[in-house]
């Protein structure tokens, strides 16, 4: 869906989108084997942690292509829900990680500053393409939530199948912005 809908028309976007999306990928296949050894799930996470770095340098692109760099006045609130929402979830889990603990804390970290870039995009591109991307965020936080409620506090019922619904509708959503913002980029 990215290459035929012109991501590759910004090639810096471009590069960080398909690296987002391999990382995705790998993730989604090392989580797969999960069951059978430990260690699937640390790369899976490993995995899903590049995928947000790579994320987060599409995001913070747009913000430098736009020349505005700084925040909106809002960005300090933003950040400390975002920051509150994970600290709460990882109080919850917390007492199951076991020598997961580490790993999910940085996890965390590097999802809740994607989400933080995502909201920061307001203002500094197409509208368009910031709600896609800001919704696609936040739902890829709420699908990593799902997982990780299910996985380190109680089974949810019907888990996979709502973490699996949110978690495609993010690349959807993510990807589908990221192409509005390339479009509105090579209108201007």
């Known amino acids: 869906m990215a290459v035929t809908n012109g991501i590759f028309q910004k090639r810096s976007i471009a590069m960080f989108t398909l690296a987002a999306l391999i990382f995705s990928w790998m993730g989604d296949i090392l989580l797969m084997f999960q069951e059978a050894k430990p260690v699937f799930f640390m790369s899976g996470l490993g995995a899903f942690w590049l995928a947000h770095a790579f994320y987060i340098l ?4 747009v913000a430098v292509a736009s020349g505005k760099i700084y925040g909106s006045k ?3 609130i ?8 994970a600290i709460f979830l990882i109080a919850v889990v917390y007492d199951n990680l076991g020598e997961m603990k580490i790993p999910v804390i940085l996890y965390a970290v590097v999802i809740s500053v994607m989400l ?17 991307i800001a919704a696609g ?17 109680s089974p949810l019922p019907e888990a996979d ?10 690349q959807f959503l993510i990807i589908q912005g990221l ?5 509105w980029v090579k209108e201007l």
């Open 137 to 153: 965020s936040a739902l890829f936080v709420l699908s990593d939530s799902l997982l990780a409620l299910n996985k380190f506090w």
């Open 78 to 85: 933003q950040a400390l829900i975002i920051s509150g929402y």
């Open 116 to 132: 933080w870039s995502a909201f920061s995009r307001r203002g500094k591109t197409f509208p368009g393409s910031f709600y896609f």
């Open 74 to 76: 809002y960005s300090i």
């Open 161 to 170: 199948l709502f973490i699996m619904a949110t978690y495609i509708s993010v």
């Open 58 to 61: 599409d995001y913070k692109k």
């Open 179 to 183: 192409v509005k913002h390339v479009t």
